[in-house]
């Protein structure tokens, strides 16, 4: 019985510990070119893979007028959109990344739908982008991350990225 215990709790110090030392609180990361306001709200290692995860608040009425008809054309309502979550993961080196997974919500944090990337594709952490930003908490470096020349990553180009790369796997019944 003791050996079951001890298993058991050395099992979730592991789990515990590879999982993410994350953010307690959220981390404000500024505005993009759009306009957007960012906040990093978690970051770590989940199963030794770097990740970010970052909130993206609609601040840009026209930014959250194109997602919702986007969404919309999908059959999903969106009309109370509020924000969207991005999961990143990044090379060991932190100089790339890919985006995993878009998560829309609204304004109390219930899940409108997720989105799951198909392609795991790494590209290039473009200079002074949001994944840039998040990759240094990730890395807990206090040097810039990212190649200049990279085209930035904001809610514009993650709205292009969302129609040509994704498939829909989650979304709240109305």
Not at 12 to 33: E, R
Not at 104 to 110: A, K, V
């Amino acid at each position: 019985m003791k050996i079951k215990f001890t298993i058991i709790v050395l099992a979730m110090l592991i789990v515990t510990t590879t999982t993410s030392w994350g953010a307690t609180d959220p981390i404000d990361l500024g505005k993009d070119a759009d306009n957007m306001q960012w906040y990093l709200m978690e970051y770590g290692y989940d199963i030794e893979i770097p990740y970010a995860i970052a909130r993206a608040y609609y601040t840009n009425e026209t930014i959250k007028d194109q997602t919702i008809k986007f969404l919309t054309t999908k059959g999903i309502d969106a009309s109370d959109l509020y924000f969207t979550e991005y999961r990143y993961e990044y090379t060991n080196d932190g100089k790339q990344f890919s985006m995993i997974n878009l998560k829309h919500c609204d304004e109390q944090g219930h899940e409108i739908i997720t989105s799951e990337y198909i392609d795991k594709t790494f590209e290039d952490v473009p200079e002074n982008s949001i994944p840039a930003k998040c990759a240094a908490y990730v890395f807990r470096t206090n040097e810039p991350i990212g190649k200049s020349g990279g085209g930035c990553v904001t809610a514009t180009g993650s709205l292009a990225m969302l129609g040509a790369l994704v498939v829909f796997t989650r979304s709240r019944k109305h």
